[in-house]
C-alpha cells in the first residue's frame, strides 16, 4: 500500500512569508515549499509594478500547476476577484490589525519633528500621513521589515528615515515588536481590508484540506472589509482603510476613502444582526460602497465603482 504524501505548503521566501506559512505547515503536517515571484525580484515601487498582487500570481500558478497543495497568503494583499480553480479554504483566527509607527527616539506621530521623513510603501499610509502631518516627508521605500527598519537612524544620509510605518501583525510575527514607538489605533488611523488576517488557499474542491483551520469570525470580518475593495472596484493598493467586527451577535463595519494627497476623506459606517443575513458580510460591503460613492469617492480617489 501507497503511504499517502505529504501536504506541500507553497510560499514566499521572504522571513515574514516564511514565518506565517511555517505556523499553518506545523498545523497541517505539511511541507514548505518556496516560490519566488516577480514581485521578490524586482526594485521597482511596489504601487508601480500593480500593487501586492504581483507576489499572489507566482503562488496562485504553482497550485493549479499541482507543484503545491495549499498556499498562504496575507488576505490584505489578495485580488479582490474570484481565482478560477481556486479557493480560499480556511481564514484562522485574525491577529492585531494596526499599524505602528516605528521611529528613532521613541519618536511618535505628534512628536516627530516638522519635515521628518517617514518611510511607506503604501498609498493608504501616505494619504493618511499626509492628512495628519502635511510637513512630513514621505519616503516610498520597498523592501522586508529588517531592511526597512534598518533605515530608521540610519548613518547614511541617503537611506535614513526617522520612522516607518508597519503592520503590527507582521512585527509581532518576526519578533520585532521592540521597534514599535506607537500603536496607531483603529479608531483615528483605520488600515487595509483583512489586515492581521490569513488567507489559506487550496484548489477548488480540496478545501477539506484546510477548512479544519476557519475561524468563522475573522473569515466574515475580512470578507466584510475586502467586499468594499471590491464593490468599490479598488485594487488592494487603493487608499481605503476598513475594519469589521462582531460583538454580540452585531456585525459592524466601516470604511474611509482618501485623496492619494491626504487632502480629503470620506467614511461610511454600518451594522446588522449577522443572524439576520444570508450573507452579512456581502450586504454590510454594499451597504458601505453605496454610500460612499454616492458621497463622491470616485472623484476623490482612483476608484472604477460608480453609484
Given at each position: 500500500m501507497t503511504a499517502p504524501r505529504e501536504l506541500r505548503l507553497g510560499t514566499r521566501g521572504s522571513a515574514l512569508a516564511l514565518a506565517q506559512s511555517r505556523?499553518?505547515?506545523?498545523?497541517?503536517?505539511?511541507e514548505v515549499v518556496v516560490i519566488e515571484s516577480e514581485g521578490d525580484r524586482s526594485t521597482e515601487s511596489l504601487a508601480l509594478m500593480g500593487g501586492t498582487g504581483v507576489f499572489v500570481t507566482a503562488l496562485r500558478t504553482a497550485l493549479l500547476n499541482n507543484e503545491v497543495d495549499?498556499?498562504?497568503?496575507s488576505f490584505k494583499d489578495l485580488p479582490t476577484a474570484p481565482a478560477e480553480g481556486?479557493?480560499?479554504?480556511?481564514?484562522?483566527p485574525r491577529v492585531d490589525a494596526r499599524d505602528a509607527l516605528c521611529a528613532r527616539d521613541g519618536l511618535t506621530l505628534d512628536t516627530l519633528p516638522e519635515g521628518a521623513r517617514v518611510g511607506t510603501g503604501s498609498p493608504r499610509r501616505r494619504a493618511q500621513l499626509a492628512a495628519r502631518r502635511p510637513d512630513l516627508e514621505v519616503v516610498d521605500i520597498r523592501g522586508n521589515v529588517d531592511s526597512r527598519l534598518s533605515r530608521v537612524g540610519s548613518a547614511d544620509p541617503e537611506r535614513a528615515?526617522?520612522?516607518v510605518v508597519l503592520a503590527v501583525a507582521g512585527l509581532d510575527r518576526l519578533g520585532r515588536t521592540d521597534a514599535i514607538s506607537q500603536h496607531l489605533e483603529l479608531a483615528w488611523w483605520p488600515t487595509a481590508p483583512a489586515q492581521g488576517a490569513l488567507a489559506v488557499e487550496t484548489r477548488a474542491g480540496e478545501t477539506s484540506i484546510a477548512a479544519?483551520?476557519?475561524?468563522?469570525?475573522?473569515?466574515v470580518a475580512a470578507e466584510a472589509e475586502r467586499g468594499v475593495l471590491a464593490r468599490l472596484e479598488a485594487g488592494c493598493s487603493a487608499p481605503i482603510a476598513a475594519t469589521a467586527f462582531?460583538?454580540?451577535?452585531?456585525?459592524?463595519?466601516?470604511?474611509?476613502?482618501?485623496?492619494?494627497?491626504?487632502?480629503?476623506?470620506?467614511?461610511?459606517?454600518?451594522?446588522?444582526?449577522?443572524?439576520?443575513?444570508?450573507d452579512p458580510a456581502g450586504e454590510l460591503s454594499t451597504r458601505v460602497a453605496t454610500e460612499l460613492l454616492d458621497a463622491g469617492a470616485a472623484d476623490l480617489a482612483p476608484l472604477k465603482g460608480s453609484a
Open positions: 505556523a499553518i505547515a506545523d498545523q497541517l503536517g505539511a495549499v498556499i498562504v497568503h481556486l479557493a480560499i479554504a480556511a481564514v484562522p528615515l526617522d520612522a479544519k483551520l476557519d475561524h468563522r469570525p475573522s473569515h462582531l460583538e454580540d451577535g452585531m456585525m459592524f463595519l466601516t470604511a474611509r476613502v482618501y485623496a492619494l494627497d491626504g487632502s480629503a476623506q470620506l467614511t461610511a459606517s454600518h451594522a446588522l444582526y449577522a443572524a439576520d443575513s444570508k
